[in-house]
Protein backbone atom coordinates (compact mmCIF):
# COMPACT_ATOMS: atom_id res chain seq x y z
CA UNK A 1 0.00 0.00 0.00
CA UNK A 2 1.47 3.43 -1.21
CA UNK A 3 2.00 6.01 2.29
CA UNK A 4 0.88 9.77 1.66
CA UNK A 5 2.78 12.75 2.66
CA UNK A 6 0.71 14.71 5.84
CA UNK A 7 2.21 18.15 7.03
CA UNK A 8 0.35 18.13 10.07
CA UNK A 9 0.66 21.64 12.43
CA UNK A 10 -1.18 21.19 15.77
CA UNK A 11 -2.58 18.41 17.80
CA UNK A 12 -0.76 15.84 15.69
CA UNK A 13 2.46 17.29 16.02
CA UNK A 14 5.05 15.12 18.19
CA UNK A 15 3.84 15.98 22.09
CA UNK A 16 0.58 17.03 21.05
CA UNK A 17 -2.74 15.58 22.27
CA UNK A 18 -3.47 13.86 19.40
CA UNK A 19 -0.13 12.61 18.32
CA UNK A 20 -0.77 9.06 19.24
CA UNK A 21 -2.84 8.84 15.92
CA UNK A 22 0.63 9.15 14.27
CA UNK A 23 1.81 5.94 16.04
CA UNK A 24 3.64 3.39 13.63
CA UNK A 25 4.02 6.11 11.16
CA UNK A 26 7.25 7.87 9.63
CA UNK A 27 8.37 11.14 10.65
CA UNK A 28 10.00 12.62 7.54
CA UNK A 29 10.92 16.28 8.62
CA UNK A 30 10.07 19.64 10.60
CA UNK A 31 9.29 22.11 7.51
CA UNK A 32 7.01 25.20 6.83
CA UNK A 33 4.55 26.15 3.94
CA UNK A 34 5.25 28.39 1.78
CA UNK A 35 3.88 32.16 2.56
CA UNK A 36 -0.16 32.87 2.20
CA UNK A 37 -0.67 30.39 5.15
CA UNK A 38 -1.55 31.28 9.13
CA UNK A 39 -3.47 29.49 11.82
CA UNK A 40 -6.03 30.83 13.97
CA UNK A 41 -8.01 29.31 17.22
CA UNK A 42 -11.22 28.59 16.60
CA UNK A 43 -11.42 25.85 19.76
CA UNK A 44 -8.48 24.22 21.84
CA UNK A 45 -6.84 23.25 18.59
CA UNK A 46 -5.74 25.55 15.77
CA UNK A 47 -7.35 25.52 11.91
CA UNK A 48 -4.95 26.31 8.65
CA UNK A 49 -6.10 28.73 6.54
CA UNK A 50 -5.28 30.85 3.65
CA UNK A 51 -4.36 33.90 4.23
CA UNK A 52 -3.06 36.15 1.25
CA UNK A 53 -1.20 38.88 3.16
CA UNK A 54 0.74 36.17 4.75
CA UNK A 55 4.60 36.24 4.60
CA UNK A 56 5.67 33.64 6.80
CA UNK A 57 3.85 30.57 6.17
CA UNK A 58 2.90 27.72 9.09
CA UNK A 59 5.50 25.68 11.09
CA UNK A 60 4.98 21.72 11.41
CA UNK A 61 5.88 18.48 10.56
CA UNK A 62 5.23 16.26 7.70
CA UNK A 63 4.86 12.36 8.41
CA UNK A 64 4.61 9.47 5.98
CA UNK A 65 1.28 7.78 6.52
CA UNK A 66 -0.47 4.24 5.47
CA UNK A 67 -3.75 4.49 3.71
CA UNK A 68 -5.60 3.05 6.77
CA UNK A 69 -3.62 5.80 9.49
CA UNK A 70 -4.65 8.70 6.78
CA UNK A 71 -8.44 7.02 6.73
CA UNK A 72 -8.07 7.43 10.76
CA UNK A 73 -6.78 11.51 10.22
CA UNK A 74 -10.03 12.48 8.33
CA UNK A 75 -12.25 11.03 10.31
CA UNK A 76 -10.40 12.50 13.48
CA UNK A 77 -10.18 16.09 11.58
CA UNK A 78 -14.27 16.12 10.70
CA UNK A 79 -13.42 15.76 6.73
CA UNK A 80 -16.95 14.05 6.59
CA UNK A 81 -18.53 16.63 8.89
CA UNK A 82 -17.33 19.88 6.57
CA UNK A 83 -14.38 21.11 9.55
CA UNK A 84 -11.54 20.46 7.74
CA UNK A 85 -10.47 19.34 4.10
CA UNK A 86 -7.54 17.42 3.31
CA UNK A 87 -5.77 19.15 0.48
CA UNK A 88 -2.36 19.41 -1.46
CA UNK A 89 -0.15 22.43 -0.10
CA UNK A 90 3.60 23.43 -1.15
CA UNK A 91 6.49 23.57 1.32
CA UNK A 92 9.09 25.86 1.73
CA UNK A 93 13.14 24.93 0.78
CA UNK A 94 14.62 22.60 1.99
CA UNK A 95 11.49 20.41 1.62
CA UNK A 96 9.77 22.33 -1.55
CA UNK A 97 9.93 19.38 -4.04
CA UNK A 98 7.83 17.20 -1.07
CA UNK A 99 4.10 16.70 -2.15
CA UNK A 100 2.26 16.56 0.74
CA UNK A 101 -1.10 17.47 1.87
CA UNK A 102 -2.57 19.00 5.11
CA UNK A 103 -5.82 19.68 6.40
CA UNK A 104 -7.56 23.30 5.81
CA UNK A 105 -9.97 24.75 8.59
CA UNK A 106 -13.37 25.28 6.55
CA UNK A 107 -15.56 27.18 8.76
CA UNK A 108 -16.48 31.30 9.22
CA UNK A 109 -13.26 32.40 10.89
CA UNK A 110 -15.44 35.92 11.47
CA UNK A 111 -14.06 37.19 14.84
CA UNK A 112 -11.67 34.27 15.31
CA UNK A 113 -8.12 34.32 16.88
CA UNK A 114 -5.26 34.75 14.15
CA UNK A 115 -2.40 33.27 16.18
CA UNK A 116 0.63 33.43 13.56
CA UNK A 117 2.38 30.75 12.08
CA UNK A 118 3.34 28.65 14.79
CA UNK A 119 0.88 27.07 17.44
CA UNK A 120 1.75 25.23 20.64
CA UNK A 121 -0.78 23.25 22.81
CA UNK A 122 -1.11 24.65 26.12
CA UNK A 123 0.15 22.36 29.04
CA UNK A 124 -2.25 20.71 31.35
CA UNK A 125 -4.07 24.00 33.89
Aim: hydrophobic content about 35%; charged content about 20%; overall charge negative.
Amino acid sequence: MKSSLVFVYGTLKRGGSNHRFLSGQQFVAAARTVPGYTLCQPADYPGLIEEAGDTEGVVGEVWSVSPICLAKLDQLEGTHMGLYRRIPIALADPHAELNVETYLYLRSVSGVPRIGSNWTEPGPA
